[in-house]
């Protein structure tokens, strides 16, 4: 079910005694008397709009009156540029003057770098669409990427009038019954958060999405799907960027319907993106709102100057190609649930992605006091811990260590398939926390590690006991070699042999001259050593003691073994134990092995071995059973 039916409340207005109209429409000829007049009573007198000619402004302007309830005198932004100020009709530069502190001169762009020294703080650029072009605004988008308040600000449209509407809306406040959050994706089966109204590929099989965009009104919507510059698919329905009153341009490529054709969704279908009434709109399509000189089709079609022909105070648009998915939808969805800016949102959530921008924003941003900060980078980096597993998973059950039917492979797949989710970026930084992801994995890591423990304990043949001979026959040497000091006090070396091939694990060995290869371990697992009495008599005990050092705080658990000749006639206590450790911290664990009277006397060796997230690590020991002093 959705979070809430469309939003079907009478329209509500302030109750302002003598509050006049929000807009007024006027002629370009009229325009500079009507702001000077309107900068003169800002709170009375209703903010002018040169529609001229343009019927479709016209409409637009009665939608607002449903989506705005007040005039709000709006946050200026640090520094702002009018682009083309002389080509611009007389007023609309006035009219802008309040939106920006100080106002600076379009030549001093020339050089972006030294403009953006001179001038670090927030930035706002107004001018017509054909003057949004790679240079200057790709440079200025950059330098203010993750600024420290809202960077880049744009106000546009695609001729003076959509210009001047445009400043007009940011004098807009919403009326207060006008709080519809909405999700439209075609992409993604979100999390359905209260609060927000999602929708997805299989409410467009069963619901008028068509009715159910223009017949809310929206505080703020988005709209993510596949698309050009001229649509967002959503399922049939199609968001379009269509304005049926505005020019083609001679020689511009268009889309199907610029050649006679039919559309290539059902036309019945078809969302005029200008006629939704939000107060903030969305596209989170590639190339959705691309500069004017990178645009693939004429301005008539295009997404994001129909949108800034529209009701809409904020429009967000992409500038170019993005990955947006999951974690972005969730990561809008609770910061419109906030008051969080959608551009800051949005591109912190990517910056894990990609190094730069994906969307850009039109219309003022909300007061600094009145918005939580800039989200900081999203952070799509796994869990060490799950790299470290998924390749030792992908070793066993990529390697031929494993026989395709040993009964670890079934448990050992299922864990690999939820780590293949984990690490890909909408699930691991959407569905769930990373928090949880680590609870998650270790929960598993704890219930394998015990099966595996008390597998080897049952069987020391077990074939992952054969792993530093399996990946040491792929492995090449490291020559890198460590001086350390085997169980026995003497010097020993220990080296790595480094796997040739993907599934082959690096492998960590400890010769002794004495004692031969003492320990196997892999990289990040315990690390071990066994001391014990070199002999001990017939009929007695042996006590020794292991000395681990996890790789990780969290549990391990060990276990005793002694070959099979010797298993008849020895007891071993415990077979295997659990401890918490602390990572990086060697502890003692105490173990016993009793013999019979009638232990045939001779040198023997026993096992420790140690299991932490899938791996095991060995410290073998020499002693010998000695007669039975009388």
Not at 126 to 133: E, F, K, N, P, S
Not at 315 to 327: E, I, K, L, M
């Amino acid at each position: 079910m959705n979070a809430a039916p469309a939003d079907q409340r009478p329209d509500r207005r302030p109750d302002t005694p003598g509050l006049a109209a929000l807009f007024r429409t006027v002629t370009r000829h009229q325009l500079p008397r009507a702001v000077r007049e309107f900068l003169d009573s800002p709170q009375l007198l209703p903010v002018p709009v040169p529609t001229d000619d343009r019927a479709d402004l016209a409409q637009s302007v009665e939608l607002a009156g449903r989506l705005y309830g007040g005039r709000r005198q709006p946050h200026p932004l640090d520094f702002g540029i009018v682009l083309g100020a002389a080509e611009l009709p007389e007023g609309l530069a006035e009219l802008a003057r309040p939106l920006a502190r100080t106002w600076v001169a379009e030549e001093e762009l020339a050089d972006v770098a030294s403009f953006r020294a001179r001038h670090s703080g927030s930035l706002l650029l107004v001018g017509r669409y054909d003057r949004l072009t790679l240079d200057p605004v790709r440079d200025l988008l950059l330098d203010t990427y993750r600024g420290r308040r809202h960077g880049l600000t744009l106000l546009s449209g695609r001729d003076d009038a959509s210009v001047g509407w445009n400043i007009a809306k940011q004098y807009a406040e919403p009326a207060l019954d006008v709080d519809a959050l909405g999700l439209f994706t075609d992409t993604d089966r979100p999390p359905r958060l209260p609060g927000v109204q999602v929708f997805d590929d299989r409410d467009f099989e069963r619901e008028d999405i068509q009715a159910r965009i223009l017949g809310t009104r929206w505080r703020r919507v988005a709209f993510q799907g596949h698309g050009k510059d001229d649509s967002v698919n959503l399922g049939e329905f199609t968001i379009c960027g269509l304005n049926g009153t505005a020019t083609a341009v001679p020689g511009l490529l268009g889309p199907r319907c610029a050649y006679g054709l039919p559309c290539y969704k059902p036309e019945d279908k078809l969302v005029p993106l200008n006629r939704v009434e939000a107060v903030e709109l969305v596209l989170s399509a590639c190339n959705s709102g691309p500069l004017a000189d990178l645009a693939l089709y004429d301005p008539k079609y295009q997404l994001l100057l129909n949108a800034l022909d529209g009701p809409a105070r904020t429009v967000v648009s992409a500038v170019s190609v993005h990955d947006s998915d999951r974690p972005e939808n969730v990561a809008w969805m609770h910061g419109a649930l906030v008051g969080a800016d959608s551009v800051d949102t949005l591109n912190a959530s990517l910056a894990g992605s990609h190094p730069y921008p994906a969307f850009m924003r039109f219309g003022l941003p909300s007061a600094p006091e009145d918005t939580p900060p800039p989200p900081a980078p999203a952070d799509h980096r796994p869990d060490p811990l799950l790299l470290t597993v998924g390749a030792r998973l992908t070793a066993y059950l990529g390697s031929e260590l494993l026989p395709h039917n040993h009964p670890l492979r079934p448990r050992l797949t299922r864990l690999a398939r939820k780590v293949d989710l984990w690490v890909a970026r909408p699930t691991h930084l959407a569905d769930q926390s990373p928090e949880q992801i680590h609870g998650s994995l270790t929960a598993d890591l704890q219930s394998l590690d015990h099966v595996i423990t008390e597998q080897v304990a049952a069987n020391p043949e077990h074939e992952l006991m054969n792993y530093p001979a399996h990946f040491g026959d792929r492995s090449s040497l490291d020559p890198q070699v460590r001086e350390v000091t085997c169980h026995c006090g003497r010097p020993a070396q220990e080296f790595t042999r480094r796997g040739l091939l993907p599934h082959i694990l690096d492998t960590t060995c400890a010769v002794c001259m004495r004692c031969g290869d003492v320990t196997f371990r892999l990289p990040d697992s315990p690390a071990l050593l066994a001391h014990a009495p070199d002999e001990v008599e017939q009929g007695g005990v042996l006590e020794i003691r292991a000395m681990v050092t996890a790789a990780r705080s969290g549990p391990v658990r060990l276990g005793l073994f002694v070959p099979s000749y010797l298993r008849e006639d020895t007891t071993v206590e415990p077979v295997t134990t659990r401890l918490r450790l602390t990572g990086g911290r060697p502890e003692e664990v105490g173990f016993r092995v009793r013999f019979a009277a009638d232990t045939a006397p001779q040198a023997y060796y026993f096992t420790v071995f140690a299991v932490q997230d899938l791996a095991v690590s060995t410290a073998r020991r020499h002693f010998g059973v000695v007669p039975r002093s009388a």
